[in-house]
């Protein structure tokens, strides 16, 4: 190839790659022209071994590690029923309250009544594996490992259990729990349904097995460590008296947490649907000035 020749190859080869490159460039521009991630719900993804591990992530449009906290729910249902699926009827009102945040909701195994399978502490256990697997999904879906955990009635109880006792598991900022049970040795007597449960999903009542309702109590391992925590409970409250917030309020306040106890009057357990985008925004308002 004379000289002349290979420098014309050379500037036609530099304007095809120039071509290419810039219309490459063009094609992202348009198809993405701020840059940002878009939002990303991933449903039904598996922490653990059991079918019953599973949980749904909402990533939000957007998001970085260093913009974008997480809020992990847990579902209530008497630690015997309910799903990851209780979340999507407070989704709106929750990313409303929630701007920034990306949001996952957790299954657990639920206790069997008929077979006495799933006793405590397997729902205990699994909140600790679903976080320890969220935890290793952050740089991947690119949000921060700042978590505020939430639940409500049974989810407000592994919540605040998890929070409490298992502080190496998640980097925990705060806790939202709506109307939980809190010491369950005190809740045992409360009705036949929580003699029932609490005594086939605790193996026995308060005095055969005052290790496992002490060791299953949110209230056992307050101190003055324990993360920033609001909670919420109705004066009707026919399933978790409110007295079981009264003891936590106490123990926090013995132990100089920060918090706050809202009383929500004339609601039972579970609140009416238009009761809660207030109390989220409450729940928001405490956790910004943490």
């Known amino acids: 190839m004379t000289p002349r ?23 992202e521009r348009d198809e993405n022209p701020t ?8 449903s039904d993804q598996s922490y653990g071994p059991n079918s019953t591990q599973l949980l749904d992530v909402y990533l939000p449009a957007g998001r970085s590690i260093e913009k974008t906290p997480l809020l992990i729910y847990i579902h209530g249902g008497a630690w015997i029923e309910g799903s990851k699926d209780e979340f999507k009827q407070f989704k709106n ?16 195994s639920l206790y069997n009544l008929a077979n006495g399978t799933n ?55 705060a806790v ?33 097995r005052p290790e496992a309702y002490a060791a299953s109590s949110p209230i056992t391992f307050v101190d003055s460590q324990s993360v920033p925590t609001i909670f919420f409970h109705g004066t009707d409250d026919t399933v978790v008296p409110i007295s079981q917030s009264f003891l936590l309020e106490k123990a926090l ?26 109390l989220f925004q409450q729940a928001a308002i405490f956790i910004n000035e943490l």
């Open 176 to 208: 939202v729990a709506f109307f939980p049970p809190t010491d369950l040795a005190e809740l045992y007597d409360f009705s036949f349904l929580t003699v029932t449960g609490l005594g086939g999903l605790l193996g026995g009542n308060p005095g055969e």
């Open 253 to 278: 306040t013995e132990a100089d947490v920060a918090h706050n106890f809202i009383i929500v009057p004339n609601q039972g357990h579970g609140f009416a649907l238009q009761t809660y985008p207030s």
């Open 35 to 42: 840059g940002e991630l878009t939002a990303l719900d991933l």
């Open 93 to 108: 009102s929750l990313s409303s309250a929630f701007p920034e945040y990306a949001f996952v909701s957790i299954n657990y």
């Open 5 to 27: 020749i290979y420098r014309l190859f050379e500037q036609l080869t530099l304007g095809v790659f120039l071509i290419l490159a810039l219309g490459s460039c063009s094609s």
């Open 119 to 173: 006793k405590f502490p397997t729902q205990e256990n699994d909140v600790i594996e679903a976080i320890s697997y969220v935890v290793s999904k952050t740089d991947e879906w690119n949000i921060s490992d700042t978590i505020i955990l939430a639940g409500a009635s049974a989810g407000g109880h592994l919540a605040l259990l998890h929070a409490y006792k298992h502080k190496p598991f998640g980097n925990i900022k």
